[in-house]
């Protein structure tokens, strides 16, 4: 079955520019999909706002092992979530990442949830290695993936 794509998903695709290992980041979190084997990986710097506005992305960049559709819509997240504050940061939806893309064939609509779980787990690790407070829907996601992951290994 023939599979077609948006221009912006194929532009993100060909031409992604979070790409890339991030050395030392502040915080890393990897999911995979056990039905399909992708595998996608968010890094994060987190800077401070003057004025305690708290924590922002500052620099974002993925690894993905994966479908044309989760690299973009890796590069995609990273777009809507650098200079985003944390919190903010955590109410990107899968659908603004899909919107963001132009749409996504029904059959790879997945492959956005990837990205959303993959940086609430980068967030995650940040919180949780600085010992700040953990929002309790990032605890429950956190503690589901785990089991997922336990699951599938
Ligand atoms: Fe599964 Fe893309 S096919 S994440």
Redesign the pocket.
């Known amino acids: 079955m023939a599979i077609f794509y948006s221009k912006k998903v194929l532009k993100h695709f060909t031409e992604p520019r979070y790409y890339g290992k991030m050395k030392n980041p502040d915080g890393r979190g990897k999911v995979g ?1 056990p ?2 084997g ?1 595998v996608l990986e968010i890094y994060l710097k987190i800077g401070k706002k003057p004025k305690k506005q708290g924590d922002y992305i500052k620099d974002i960049s993925f690894q993905t092992l ?2 044309c ?2 690299i973009a819509v890796s590069d995609a997240l990273c777009d809507l979530a650098k200079g985003k504050a944390i919190e903010n940061a955590l109410k990107i939806k899968n659908n603004e990442i899909v919107n963001s893309l132009g749409g996504l064939p029904a059959i ?1 609509y ?2 956005s949830l ?1 990205g959303v779980d993959a940086l609430w787990e980068a967030i995650y690790d940040y919180l949780n290695k600085n010992k700040k407070p953990i929002p309790e829907n990032l605890k429950l996601r956190h503690r589901q993936l785990k089991k997922e992951n336990h699951r599938n290994h």
Do not use: P, S, W
């Open positions: 999909n039905v399909c992708d994966g479908c559709a989760a790879k997945h492959c990837l």
